[in-house]
């Protein structure tokens, strides 16, 4: 093996045991938390309330997959759920930012289409994105619950929402990485809670 090769597989098993270090340090510390937020979010859909969800980079991709998850479906089959990721309308994206500034692109999308008790998930690896934490502003004011997905100590947003699920790490890889979990596990959740009497897939998920 040469001096190269040798020297990525280092970097790949250092990343990976950096990544189940954190994952394993974070869910002992969090299972309780996690729990509550999978309650509120199925409480809110149970009751015809919508999620929203939205970030910037990789946090609007975590946003789009779990928004896609819910209103697909995630292991089981069950009806389609009222999900919403904020980052995918370009036109709206672009004439909000255009018009208003970048840092309303979220939070105009919320004064227009959320309603109290809809829940509104910001994602933010940092815990300080400007639009990420006027999104969430605006939701609480309008009687949205709030919800932060966190990295580092959680910045703002972590003092500002209704339930924080923060990932305390500086690396932003390894924080999405969690995220991602966290993303499925919620999904887990919701699928188990809305597919009663409905039959399990039989094959593999295609994705």
């Known amino acids: 093996m040469g001096r190269d090769a040798g020297h990525i597989k280092e970097l790949i098993q250092a990343s990976i045991r950096e990544s189940l270090s954190l994952k394993e340090r974070f869910f002992a510390e969090n299972l309780e938390r996690l729990v509550r937020v999978g309650d509120v979010l199925i409480e809110a859909l149970r009751h015809g309330h919508k999620i929203f969800l939205f970030g910037n980079g990789g946090s609007a991709a975590d946003a789009q997959h779990i ?63 400007p639009n990420v934490v006027r999104a969430l502003e605006s939701a609480k004011s309008m009687g949205l619950v709030t919800v932060g997905l966190t990295g580092r100590d959680g910045g703002p947003i972590a003092a500002q929402v209704d339930y924080t699920i923060n990932v305390p790490h500086a690396s932003t890889a390894r924080v999405q990485e969690v995220h991602g979990m966290i993303g499925h596990i919620l999904s887990l959740v919701i699928d188990q809670a809305f597919s009663a009497g409905e039959r399990s897939l039989t094959s593999p998920r295609l994705k």
């Open 67 to 129: 928004a896609a998850e819910l209103v697909n479906h995630f292991e089981v089959t069950r009806r389609g759920l009222p999900a919403l990721a904020l980052t995918t309308d370009a036109s709206a994206l672009t004439s909000i930012g255009n018009d208003l500034g970048f840092e309303q692109i979220f939070s105009r999308q919320i004064e227009a289409l959320g309603q109290a008790g809809d829940v509104a998930i910001g994602i933010s690896t940092s815990g300080r994105s």
